[in-house]
């Protein structure tokens, strides 16, 4: 049982920042893409960004791109730098690994960590 432990979740004023962190202890997914998925009040999961340790590759979804950075600072830790927030950032936010290949950083996770909220005010 694969376990992602986040955190840095919080409460900011729009226009500010805060940092989420993911961690898979024990585990390595060093080829594999490991990365970020959001849920706002009342709508679906959303992809936020992903990124692989070996390699380097990215992917950001366009609402946040310019705005949040992803970095995988090992084989088993992700990051996302979140700044210039929006109330319309406000989302439970997920950590998500997975253990296949693929052309798309955004499908195909098999492992979840239990989520964090952001709440964004106005």
């Known amino acids: 049982q694969v376990q992602l432990v986040e955190s840095g979740g919080g409460l900011v004023q729009a226009g500010g920042s805060l940092r989420l962190s993911c961690a898979a202890p024990?585990?390595?997914?060093?080829?594999?893409?490991m990365g970020w998925f959001r849920q706002p009040p009342g709508k679906e999961r959303e992809f936020v960004a992903a990124?692989?340790?070996?390699?380097?590759?990215a992917d950001v979804a366009d609402s946040v791109k310019g705005r949040f950075t992803i970095s995988r600072v090992n084989a088993n830790t992700v990051y996302l730098q979140m700044n210039s927030l929006k109330p319309e950032d406000t989302a439970v936010y997920y950590c998500?690994?997975?253990?296949?290949?693929?052309?798309?950083?955004?499908?195909?996770?098999?492992?979840w960590g239990q989520g964090t909220q952001v709440t964004v005010s106005s």
């Open positions: 998500a690994a997975r253990t296949s290949y693929g052309s798309s950083f955004r499908y195909g996770y098999n492992y």
């Open positions: 024990g585990r390595i997914f060093s080829s594999y893409p």
């Open positions: 990124a692989t340790w070996s390699g380097g590759s």
